[in-house]
C-alpha cells in the first residue's frame, strides 16, 4: 500500500469515527470560586473526622479571612477526607458542600459561610479503578438507583451510564437522599455500595474492584500472562511497583529483571529477552499500544540498556505464549508496557554510575472534581563510569526522552499523543605500535504515535492508533591486526508508518466481543561494505560457514496488512471462553539493487496470505484456583529491516508458522504466614515451529562488535523447532517484613537440522534446568534488602577437533593445545607449511552443540533506604551485580600460539557494584 492510500484510509477512518461518538459526562465544574484574593494552602493540615468549626479555624490560621452567620455551623459538623494541594478558598468550599453550605465572598476579602438556599439537589462523583493494579477501568456500568430517602416519586429510579477512558462517573442534579450505587466491569466483581447525596453537595466515592480469583482483571483464559509493577499483586510472579524497584537490575531497567520469570533467557551483558529458547526478536515489545521496532540502546554491545525506563512504568505484562488474536507477526511472546498517569504534579531526578534521569508530569483539571487529562516527561543521559566495567575501554554514550500528553473531549473521548526519541554515539581509536582499530558508531530511533479513544453508546469503546518510527543506524569499523584484519561500513535507513484500530464491544457482563485491523508501510534501504581477512575459519560438513559480504547495498519495500475477531464468553459461574481468528498480509517488493544495474525495478517480490485460529478456555475450580488451556497458530514474518545484508542475504524468507499449546494451574492460598506458599503456579508449554527461518549465529563468542567478521560465523538450516518444557513458581511470606519468590523450569529448545546431519540440535541458549530465587526483607521501615539468585545448566557448545592437515599423517585434524583460562585472545598465524599467509587457518568442528558449558550462577544484591526531606523523598540504593564475582563461563576464544591450536573462556564480567540517588518531589 503506498503512503497516500495510507494517508486516505487515516481521513476514512476518522471521519467514520468523529459523528459516533457522544459525550456520555457532563463537563461543568462543581464549584466556581472568585478569582480574587486566592490563596495557596502553604502548610494546612485537615484531618478527616476533624470538626467543621476546627476545620474553618486553621484556615483563619492560615490567612483566610472566614465569619460565618449566626446559627450555620453546627458542633455535630463533621469534615471528611480533603484535598490540600489547592487554593484555601477551594478546600473552604470542598469542606462547606456535604453540610449543604457555601461561603460567598463579602467586603475586604471577607468569605461569609452561610446555608446554600439555593441549592435543591445534588449530584455524585466517581472513580472506578482495579484494586491490584490501581489502572482506572474505561467503560465499566455504572448504575445509581434511588432509595426510599430520595423521595416517594424516585424511589426505584435507576440512572445508567459508563465510566470514561479515567475511570470517572458523574450524575448530576440528584434530589437529595439515600442510593444504591452498583458497579460491573467485565473480569471484575461486582460492587454494590450505599452512598448519600446531600443538597448542594457533590458527594464524591472512589470504587476499587476487585478481579475476580479466576478471571483476572479482562476475562484472562490465557495461561502464560504474567504481571510486572502491579501495586498489590496475587498471581504468583505478579511483582509489585515496590518488588520492581527493591529488585537488584542494571541502570534502573525492567528488562533486566525479567530472567528471574519462568521461560525467560538473557546474557549477562543484553537486555534482550529470549523466550522459550526463541530469538530476540520474536518478542513484541509494546509501550503505550506502540510496538517498538528497535528498544535497546548499546546495540554494539548485544543491547545492555532498553530504551523504556523503570520510572517511566506504570504496569507491565509479559506473555510467554498463547497470546490473544490481536496480536500477530511474532510468534514467542509479548511484553505490554503502560506509561504512568499522574493526576498532581510531580517530578523525580536520580543520577546513578550509568545514568542521570529527569522526569515530571501532572493532570489537568476543570473545577475541584473534574479530571480531564495528565502529561508526563522524561529524559535520561548515559555517563560511562560503569559502561568502562561493562565495555572495557570504549566508551559509549546513549540519550533517550519521552513525552505524553492525555487530553479528555467531553466525557467520552480521549486524546492521547506520545512521542520516544533515542540515540547512541560510540567512537573509538586506538593505536599500539603497527595495529590499530577502531568503531564509529550512530543510531538514532524515533517514535510518534497518536490515539484517539472513544466510548460510543452504552457499551461500545472504539481506539484508533496513527503511528510513524524512523530508525537510522551508521556503523563503522576497522582493525588492522597481525591476527585479523577488517573495515566495516553499514549505513541502514528505516521507516515505518502504521495504522491501527480496535472495537471492543461489551456485550454483556459476561460477553465481549472485540474486532479490528492494522495496516503497515515498510521502507528500508541498506549500504553495506566489508573487506576482512580472517584468521581461524571453522568448517564442518554438518553447518555452512559464512563468507563476509563485500559490498550490498538494497532498498525494500513492505506493506503488512491484518484483521482480527475475538470472542470472550462465560458458560455458568466458572467456565470461560476465548475464541480468536486472525487473517495476515505481507506484501515486499524489491525496488532498487545499489550494487547491481537493476536499479528502479521490481526485481523480485512475496505475497503471504496468512491464517491464525486461536482458542483459550479458563475452569474456575474454586474461589482460589483455576484451570487453564490455550492452543493458537502464530506467524512471524521478516520484516523488511530485518535483512540481515551482513551475512550475505538479498532475499527475506517466509513467514514462519508456530504452533502453541499451553496447559496452566494457579491457586492462591490465604495469606502467608511465616514461609508458608501464599500462590502457586505450574505450566506444561509446547511450540513447534514447522517452517523457521535459517539464521547466523556465532558458535563460540556471544558478544562480540562485528560478528560477522568472525571465523565462527555460521548458517543454519533447521527443517523444524520445538520447545516443551515444565515451569513451576511459587511466592510466600517470610513474617511481616519479609517475602520471596522461586520458580523453576525443566526445558528443551532444539532445531531439527535438514542433510546431511539429520538429527535434533539444541539451540543456542537452552537451558534443562533452571532456578531463579529472590528474597526481600525490610531490616527497618525505611530499608529493603534484597537478593536475587540465578542458576542455570550450561549452554550447548560445539567442541573443537583442531587444525585440518596438520596431524602426523597429514589428512586429518590435530589435537587442541592445551587449555589456557580468562579471556586474553591469542595470536593467529598461518596454517601449515608452504600455505598461503593471507589464507585463514582451517579448523574441523565436532558434531554440532554435542558439549555444554559449565553451570551458571549469579548472585545480586540491592540495598535501599528512603528517606523524608523538607520537600519530598529521597532513594539512595546500593546495587552489587554477581557479588560472588563468579567467572561464568559464556563461549570459548580460539586462537593458533606456537603453531598450536589453543582455546580460551569468554566469561561474562565479574562483580559490579553501581550506586545511585533519586529525589521525588
Given at each position: 500500500m503506498s503512503r497516500c492510500a495510507l494517508s486516505r484510509a487515516v481521513l476514512i477512518v476518522i471521519s467514520a469515527l468523529a459523528p459516533a461518538a457522544s459525550t456520555l459526562a457532563s463537563s461543568s465544574a462543581a464549584v466556581t470560586t472568585p478569582s480574587a484574593h486566592v490563596q495557596q494552602a502553604a502548610g494546612v493540615e485537615l484531618t478527616p473526622g476533624q470538626s467543621l468549626e476546627e476545620a474553618l479555624l486553621v484556615l483563619r490560621r492560615a490567612g483566610l479571612r472566614v465569619v460565618s452567620t449566626s446559627g450555620a455551623v453546627l458542633p455535630s459538623m463533621r469534615i471528611g477526607a480533603v484535598e490540600t494541594?489547592?487554593?484555601?478558598?477551594?478546600?473552604?468550599?470542598?469542606?462547606?458542600?456535604?453540610?449543604?453550605?457555601?461561603?460567598?465572598?463579602?467586603?475586604?476579602?471577607?468569605?461569609?459561610?452561610?446555608?446554600?438556599?439555593?441549592?435543591?439537589?445534588?449530584?455524585?462523583?466517581?472513580?472506578?479503578?482495579?484494586?491490584?493494579?490501581?489502572?482506572?477501568?474505561?467503560?465499566?456500568?455504572?448504575?445509581?438507583?434511588?432509595?426510599?430517602?430520595?423521595?416517594?416519586?424516585?424511589?426505584?429510579?435507576?440512572?445508567?451510564?459508563?465510566?470514561?477512558?479515567?475511570?470517572?462517573?458523574?450524575?448530576?442534579?440528584?434530589?437529595?437522599?439515600?442510593y444504591e450505587l452498583r458497579i460491573s466491569a467485565r473480569g471484575f466483581a461486582d460492587q454494590r455500595l450505599e452512598v448519600r447525596v446531600d443538597t448542594g453537595s457533590a458527594t464524591r466515592v472512589q470504587i476499587a474492584l476487585q478481579p475476580q480469583p479466576y478471571v483476572a482483571e479482562e476475562i484472562a483464559v490465557r495461561p502464560g500472562e504474567r504481571s510486572l509493577l502491579q501495586e498489590d499483586p496475587a498471581a504468583p510472579?505478579?511483582?509489585?511497583?515496590?518488588?520492581?524497584?527493591?529488585?537488584?537490575?542494571?541502570?534502573?531497567?525492567?528488562?533486566?529483571?525479567?530472567?528471574?520469570?519462568?521461560?525467560?533467557?538473557?546474557?549477562?551483558?543484553?537486555?534482550?529477552?529470549?523466550?522459550?529458547?526463541?530469538?530476540?526478536?520474536?518478542?513484541?515489545?509494546?509501550?503505550?499500544?506502540?510496538?517498538?521496532?528497535?528498544?535497546?540502546?548499546?546495540?554494539?554491545?548485544?543491547?545492555?540498556?532498553?530504551?523504556?525506563?523503570?520510572?517511566?512504568?506504570?504496569?507491565?505484562?509479559?506473555?510467554?505464549?498463547?497470546?490473544?488474536?490481536?496480536?500477530?507477526?511474532?510468534?514467542?511472546?509479548?511484553?505490554?508496557?503502560?506509561?504512568?498517569?499522574?493526576?498532581?504534579?510531580?517530578?523525580?531526578?536520580?543520577?546513578?554510575?550509568?545514568?542521570?534521569?529527569?522526569?515530571?508530569?501532572?493532570?489537568?483539571?476543570?473545577?475541584?472534581?473534574?479530571?480531564?487529562?495528565?502529561?508526563?516527561?522524561?529524559?535520561r543521559l548515559g555517563s560511562i563510569e560503569l559502561a568502562n566495567r561493562l565495555f572495557g575501554r570504549e566508551d559509549?554514550?546513549?540519550?533517550?526522552?519521552?513525552?505524553?500528553?492525555?487530553?479528555?473531549?467531553?466525557?467520552?473521548?480521549?486524546?492521547?499523543?506520545?512521542?520516544?526519541?533515542?540515540?547512541?554515539?560510540?567512537d573509538f581509536r586506538e593505536t599500539v605500535g603497527e595495529e590499530s582499530k577502531g568503531i564509529d558508531t550512530r543510531y538514532d530511533t524515533g517514535y510518534a504515535w497518536a490515539t484517539h479513544q472513544a466510548v460510543v453508546g452504552a457499551s461500545l469503546l472504539v481506539e484508533t492508533t496513527l503511528s510513524s518510527s524512523d530508525i537510522e543506524r551508521d556503523r563503522r569499523g576497522f582493525e588492522d591486526e597481525d591476527e585479523q584484519a577488517f573495515e566495516v561500513?553499514?549505513?541502514?535507513?528505516?521507516?515505518?508508518?502504521?495504522?491501527?484500530?480496535?472495537?471492543?464491544?461489551?456485550?454483556?457482563?459476561?460477553?465481549t466481543l472485540g474486532f479490528g485491523a492494522?495496516?503497515?508501510?515498510?521502507?528500508?534501504?541498506?549500504?553495506?561494505?566489508?573487506?576482512?581477512?580472517?584468521?581461524?575459519?571453522?568448517?564442518?560438513?554438518?553447518?555452512?560457514?559464512?563468507?563476509?559480504?563485500?559490498?550490498?547495498?538494497?532498498?525494500?519495500?513492505?506493506?503488512?496488512?491484518?484483521?482480527?475477531?475475538?470472542?470472550?464468553?462465560?458458560?455458568?459461574?466458572?467456565?470461560?471462553?476465548?475464541?480468536?481468528?486472525?487473517?495476515?498480509?505481507?506484501?515486499?517488493?524489491?525496488?532498487?539493487?545499489?550494487?547491481?544495474?537493476?536499479?528502479?525495478?521490481?526485481?523480485?517480490?512475496?505475497?503471504?496470505?496468512?491464517?491464525?485460529?486461536?482458542?483459550?478456555v479458563a475452569w474456575g475450580i474454586d474461589e482460589r484456583s483455576v484451570l487453564r488451556a490455550s492452543w493458537g497458530v502464530y506467524h512471524q514474518s521478516q520484516r523488511p529491516y530485518e535483512l540481515q545484508v551482513e551475512n550475505g542475504e538479498s532475499r527475506l524468507a517466509r513467514a514462519e508458522r508456530a504452533e502453541h499449546a499451553v496447559l496452566g494451574y494457579e491457586r492462591v492460598f490465604a495469606r502467608a504466614t511465616g514461609a508458608r506458599i501464599?500462590?502457586?503456579?505450574?505450566?506444561?508449554?509446547?511450540?513447534?515451529?514447522?517452517?523457521?527461518?535459517?539464521?547466523?549465529?556465532?558458535?563460540?563468542?556471544?558478544?562480540?562488535?562485528?560478528?560477522?567478521?568472525?571465523?565462527?560465523?555460521?548458517?543454519?538450516?533447521?527443517?523444524?523447532?520445538?520447545?516443551?518444557?515444565?515451569?513451576?513458581?511459587?511466592?510466600?511470606?517470610?513474617?511481616r517484613r519479609g517475602a520471596w519468590l522461586a520458580s523453576y523450569s525443566l526445558a528443551r529448545s532444539e532445531d531439527r537440522i535438514g542433510a546431511p546431519l539429520r538429527r535434533w540440535v539444541p539451540r543456542e541458549v537452552d537451558q534443562t534446568h533452571t532456578l531463579a530465587v529472590g528474597w526481600s526483607l525490610r531490616p527497618a521501615p525505611r530499608w529493603t534488602l534484597h537478593l536475587a539468585g540465578r542458576y542455570h545448566s550450561g549452554w550447548p557448545t560445539t567442541p573443537v577437533r583442531g587444525i585440518v592437515g596438520a596431524d602426523a599423517g597429514g589428512s586429518g585434524p590435530?589435537?587442541?593445545?592445551?587449555?589456557?583460562?580468562?579471556?586474553?585472545?591469542?595470536?593467529?598465524?598461518?596454517?601449515?607449511?608452504?600455505?598461503?599467509?593471507?589464507?585463514?587457518?582451517?579448523?574441523?568442528?565436532?558434531?554440532?552443540r554435542s558439549d555444554r558449558l559449565p553451570e551458571y550462577l549469579r548472585l545480586d544484591l540491592r540495598l535501599a533506604r528512603r528517606f523524608e526531606v523538607r520537600v519530598g523523598e529521597l532513594f539512595v540504593f546500593l546495587d552489587v551485580q554477581n557479588l560472588l564475582d563468579r567467572r561464568n563461563v559464556s563461549g570459548s576464544d580460539y586462537a593458533i600460539e606456537d603453531g598450536m591450536l589453543e582455546r580460551g573462556d569468554e566469561t561474562w564480567p565479574g562483580i559490579l557494584p553501581s550506586l545511585g540517588v533519586s529525589w521525588t518531589f
Open positions: 494541594d489547592q487554593e484555601l478558598e477551594r478546600i473552604l468550599q470542598q469542606i462547606l458542600a456535604p453540610h449543604g453550605l457555601i461561603a460567598e465572598p463579602g467586603a475586604g476579602g471577607t468569605w461569609i459561610v452561610r446555608p446554600n438556599a439555593e441549592g435543591a439537589s445534588g449530584a455524585l462523583v466517581g472513580e472506578v479503578r482495579s484494586r491490584h493494579s490501581s489502572r482506572p477501568l474505561a467503560s465499566a456500568g455504572v448504575e445509581l438507583v434511588a432509595g426510599l430517602g430520595s423521595g416517594e416519586a424516585d424511589a426505584g429510579r435507576a440512572l445508567r451510564a459508563l465510566t470514561n477512558a479515567g475511570g470517572r462517573f458523574r450524575f448530576e442534579a440528584l434530589p437529595a437522599g439515600d510472579m505478579a511483582l509489585g511497583r515496590e518488588e520492581i524497584e527493591a529488585l537488584p537490575h542494571l541502570a534502573g531497567d525492567l528488562f533486566r529483571a525479567l530472567d528471574l520469570l519462568p521461560g525467560v533467557t538473557s546474557g549477562d551483558l543484553s537486555a534482550r529477552p529470549r523466550i522459550h529458547g526463541g530469538r530476540e526478536d520474536e518478542v513484541q515489545v509494546l509501550l503505550d499500544g506502540q510496538e517498538l521496532y528497535e528498544t535497546y540502546h548499546l546495540q554494539d554491545f548485544d543491547g545492555g540498556i532498553s530504551m523504556v525506563p523503570a520510572s517511566l512504568l506504570e504496569s507491565a505484562h509479559l506473555r510467554t505464549g498463547a497470546f490473544g488474536a490481536e496480536r500477530g507477526d511474532r510468534m514467542s511472546g509479548v511484553l505490554d508496557l503502560r506509561t504512568r498517569q499522574p493526576t498532581t504534579l510531580e517530578s523525580r531526578l536520580s543520577l546513578s554510575l550509568l545514568t542521570a534521569e529527569a522526569s515530571s508530569g501532572g493532570g489537568f483539571r476543570r473545577g475541584a472534581d473534574r479530571f480531564d487529562g495528565a502529561w508526563f516527561g522524561s529524559a559509549p554514550g546513549f540519550w533517550d526522552a519521552f513525552g505524553k500528553l492525555d487530553l479528555g473531549i467531553g466525557g467520552a473521548q480521549q486524546l492521547r499523543a506520545r512521542v520516544l526519541q533515542a540515540g547512541d554515539r560510540l561500513s553499514d549505513a541502514r535507513q528505516v521507516s515505518v508508518l502504521g495504522l491501527r484500530q480496535e472495537w471492543t464491544w461489551q456485550a454483556s457482563g459476561a460477553h492494522e495496516l503497515r508501510e515498510l521502507d528500508a534501504e541498506f549500504d553495506y561494505r566489508n573487506t576482512s581477512e580472517r584468521d581461524l575459519l571453522f568448517t564442518s560438513t554438518e553447518i555452512d560457514p559464512v563468507s563476509p559480504t563485500e559490498r550490498l547495498g538494497v532498498e525494500l519495500e513492505g506493506s503488512h496488512g491484518g484483521v482480527w475477531i475475538s470472542d470472550r464468553f462465560a458458560i455458568g459461574r466458572r467456565w470461560f471462553f476465548e475464541l480468536g481468528l486472525r487473517a495476515d498480509r505481507h506484501r515486499l517488493v524489491e525496488l532498487e539493487d545499489l550494487a547491481s544495474a537493476t536499479t528502479g525495478e521490481e526485481r523480485s517480490a512475496y505475497d503471504d496470505e496468512l491464517l491464525s485460529p486461536r482458542f483459550s501464599a500462590a502457586l503456579r505450574a505450566e506444561l508449554y509446547s511450540r513447534v515451529v514447522a517452517r523457521p527461518r535459517p539464521r547466523f549465529e556465532n558458535l563460540f563468542e556471544p558478544f562480540n562488535v562485528f560478528r560477522e567478521v568472525e571465523g565462527d560465523r555460521v548458517l543454519l538450516r533447521p527443517e523444524r523447532s520445538r520447545a516443551h518444557g515444565l515451569e513451576l513458581s511459587a511466592r510466600g511470606g517470610t513474617g590435530s589435537e587442541i593445545g592445551r587449555s589456557r583460562g580468562g579471556a586474553a585472545i591469542g595470536r593467529a598465524e598461518a596454517g601449515g607449511e608452504g600455505e598461503d599467509p593471507g589464507e585463514p587457518t582451517l579448523v574441523a568442528l565436532g558434531p554440532l
